[in-house]
């Protein structure tokens, strides 16, 4: 099956600092999605983005699906930003969309006032 | 985006019971699927519940020990068969939609503890 592999796998930061999360995928891909996991276990979707840039905020993303690896920009973090950041890839079958995503092991990111 | 409620938020059963968990969508979505997180892990796939026919499941999880169930387009119950403590974990749907409809959308979850 399709590799994800994210980095770093800890991250801890001074409120105010930027941050770039890493996504590499050892496939080609229909999808790649970024999600929050808040420290109440809830999911929230980021982006969307198997390809191009995205902005949202003090987030944003940037996909390269040629070279395979997507990153995730946060600016001016906040403590509201602490959680686990996960990237989730649909394999490229070369058929239809079969909506089946692949998650990395996820970045803890912990953001200190 | 799509609202998504599941019951129980948590809870904590005996080994060898079952558990139902059930995930309710506040509209009609096509796809909608069942994950598990297990302590300190990322998500995996469990299957995909497929409305009007048999859910599809990954390999490494069988209909006897989580059978699904999709009887409408906003509703599916996914069951946790004769508990082990392994099956601590917290279980969560998604649904597939939004304005790409690829964009993937999470319930709260559910934390189940197994003694």
């Known amino acids: 099956g399709i590799q994800v592999e994210q980095s770093p796998p800890d991250l801890i930061l001074q409120e105010g600092a930027n941050s770039t999360l890493r996504c590499n995928f050892s496939d080609s891909v229909n999808n790649l999605q970024w999600f929050h996991q808040n420290p109440w276990g809830q999911l929230i979707n980021l982006f969307y983005?198997?390809?191009g840039t995205k902005q949202n905020g003090r987030l944003s993303a940037t996909t390269v699906a040629t070279e395979r690896y997507s990153l995730l920009y946060i600016s001016s973090s906040q403590t509201t930003d602490s959680g686990v950041y996960f990237c989730a890839v649909e394999l490229n079958t070369g058929g239809g969309s079969n909506y089946k995503l692949t998650f990395g092991k996820g970045t803890l990111l912990t953001v200190n006032p | 985006s799509a609202v998504i409620s599941q019951k129980p938020s948590r809870d904590i059963c005996q080994r060898g019971t079952s558990l139902t968990i059930q995930c309710q969508v506040d509209s009609q979505v096509t796809m909608m699927f069942w994950y598990r997180q297990q302590p300190g892990q990322s998500l995996t796939l469990i299957a995909t519940?497929?409305?009007?026919?048999?859910?599809?499941?990954e390999s490494g999880f069988v209909i006897d020990k989580f059978p699904i169930s999709r009887p409408n387009l906003t509703f599916s119950t996914l069951t946790v068969s004769n508990m082990s403590p392994e099956d601590s974990s917290i279980y969560l749907c998604?649904?597939?939609?939004?304005?790409?409809?690829?964009?993937?959308?999470f319930g709260p979850g559910t934390r189940l503890t197994v003694t």
């Open positions: 983005i198997p390809s």
């Open positions: 998604s649904v597939s939609g939004g304005q790409s409809s690829y964009e993937q959308y």
């Open positions: 519940a497929n409305q009007g026919s048999e859910a599809t499941y």
